[in-house]
């Protein structure tokens, strides 16, 4: 490495200029939470030898992600620890230590450690190795271990030593400083034979579940995946106070909700087992500056939350219902649309400015059917949310709740068009089972979308394209010539529909949408005929791009 004294090299004038310098590194290793496959390690290791700044830059590059414990293992000395492999496979099993650590055998440590920001030792990081189970001997020397971490990924894990990494974690110092996820599929207690755990080990397990121990960390963005198996969890959210993104499948309740809902930058929430809620100030301000609201639960559930919301913006709400078996499933569903423009929130009842909405039906919910012995799916009418017409900035409108069906009509579909002019993506997803009878939506009312909404981009619903009506869309809008939609069609899926005359047909698509790739239409026939006919049409689309 003696080059590094040389700074007079062609490579070094060239990188001398630090943005250009960072530029060349984001290419070859983009910023963000990659893993190492997906970083030029080579390049990299080139440039680490142009010059002591090109070097720096390249190894904070090369060392800001880690996915595998392993390889911060290997910054000790070779004789402080030693592992041992499983047979079959041969790979490496555990490490464990030849000797005490001593403040000497840190010396590369600090030159690597420090420069690690983001951290993923979970099932989505591949198949992880040992290495955890060294940390708290580490952290004895050094703590924070990784002293600029702001994003920790972690799945615990006895089985592998994972739980090791419980060291990561630091509310001395708030480590992670931004983001936290943690992932549990299991409980994590002592292995049935636990000889060959250490005794670090064995005290961090009862750490990790000490409910009295306030060790989660108080980041900004908080992602709980526990299943329950986390003891007093929901104690110890209470105790964070920084939260600015939150998601969790605990099932809430109002003591949880009564703390998130007074946290003054909280802007993300997603909740995927809503309970029972009762505030103690139901007239407070709550969730002032939420703008985007994912949550699964019942419907009075979701009722009785929305109310509190008292944020002036929010933009992005994600519903999931538990109950549409009753038979007054619609008129709750507009009652609970409703309830998203509440008039104590003045502001957000004038604006509207929902911008992306969607609903879904929970996969926890009952089977649903229409009467015993019956295939036919039951009706969940698509007027149940006209309130959303309210809201004029709406770009995203999704629908989905298999088993039922969606009662569209093409007033509905004339509605949605001058009340969304701002729409990029319309998807009402019909139920799986056969339908009996053609939909109630013909093709033909898809032209009130294509004219009033020119940004339109996805769009994906079943309609009955097969009226013999020759272009009834001409007669209404008073014109044979382009709908004037202009942008290209990302996706138009046409969900198990009929079909007619496919040259009818086909020149309705390339009037109303005369930007759509034959890439970018789908249509999902049961019958062999519509199917022949479908492929008639998608050969006689004229955009080519």
Request: proline fraction near 8%; include cysteine.
């Amino acid at each position: 490495m003696g080059d590094l004294e040389q700074e007079e090299s062609i490579g070094s004038h060239f990188f001398a200029i630090q943005e250009l310098l960072l530029l060349v590194l984001s290419y070859i290793s983009p910023p963000g939470k990659e893993r190492v496959s997906s970083i030029d390690t080579d390049t990299l290791a080139s440039l680490a030898r142009v010059s002591r700044n090109i070097s720096n830059a390249a190894l904070d590059a090369l060392w800001r992600s880690m996915h595998q414990p392993d390889a911060i293992i290997k910054l000790l000395p070779p004789d402080a620890y030693q592992v041992t492999y499983y047979t079959a496979p041969f790979r490496p099993r555990q490490y464990s230590l030849k000797r005490p650590l001593t403040a000497n055998d840190f010396v590369v440590f600090d030159k690597y450690a420090p420069r690690i920001h983001y951290v993923d030792f979970s099932k989505w990081s591949g198949v992880l190795g040992p290495g955890c189970e060294l940390f708290p001997y580490i952290k004895d020397f050094r703590d924070p271990i990784f002293p600029a971490l702001t994003d920790f990924r972690w799945e615990p894990s006895v089985q592998n030593g994972c739980i090791g990494a419980f060291h990561l974690l630091s509310r001395k110092v708030s480590l992670p400083s931004q983001e936290f996820s943690l992932l549990m599929c299991e409980h994590t207690s002592y292995q049935p034979d636990s000889s060959d755990q250490s005794d670090a080990i064995l005290r961090t397990i009862d750490a990790f579940n000490d409910p009295a121990l306030p060790w989660l960390p108080d980041v900004k963005k908080l992602t709980l995946r526990t299943l329950h198996f986390l003891p007093a969890v929901e104690a110890a959210v209470r105790r964070l106070f920084n939260l600015e993104y939150f998601s969790c499948d605990l099932r809430v309740g109002g003591a949880l909700i009564e703390h998130l809902a007074n946290l003054p930058r909280l802007r993300f929430l997603d909740l995927r087992s809503l309970s029972g809620i009762a505030t103690t100030d139901p007239d407070g301000t709550h969730f002032p500056v939420l703008e985007s609201l994912c949550v699964s639960g019942t419907l009075p559930s979701i009722a009785a939350l929305l109310p509190l919301i008292s944020s002036p913006e929010l933009l992005s709400v994600s519903l999931k219902a538990e109950d549409l078996t009753s038979a007054s499933a619609a008129s709750s569903l507009s009652s609970l649309c409703s309830l998203l423009f509440p008039p104590s929130v003045p502001t957000r009842t004038a604006t509207a400015c929902l911008t992306h909405f969607f609903f879904r039906r929970s996969s926890g919910t009952r089977s649903i059917g229409a009467d015993p012995g019956s295939n036919a799916p039951t009706r969940l009418p698509l007027v149940a949310f006209s309130p959303l017409y309210a809201c004029t900035s709406l770009q995203t409108f999704e629908v989905n709740v298999n088993p039922l069906a969606i009662g569209v009509t093409d007033a509905d579909v004339h509605a949605m068009a001058r009340a969304w002019p701002l729409l990029t993506t319309l998807i009402i997803a019909p139920p799986r089972a056969k339908r009996e009878g053609p939909p109630d939506v013909r093709l033909y009312a898809l032209w009130a979308l294509a004219t009033r909404c020119p940004r339109l981009r996805t769009l994906a619903m079943e309609v009955d394209a097969s009226s013999e009506v020759k272009a009834p869309f001409r007669a209404e809008e008073g014109t044979t010539s382009s709908s004037g939609h202009a942008v290209v069609m990302d996706e138009l899926m046409l969900y198990t529909s009929p079909c007619g005359d496919p040259l009818l047909v086909a020149d309705f698509l390339n009037r109303a949408f005369p930007r759509l790739p034959s890439h970018a239409f789908h249509v999902y026939s049961t019958e062999q005929e519509s199917q022949a006919k479908w492929v008639v049409v998608t050969e006689a689309l004229a955009y080519v791009e």
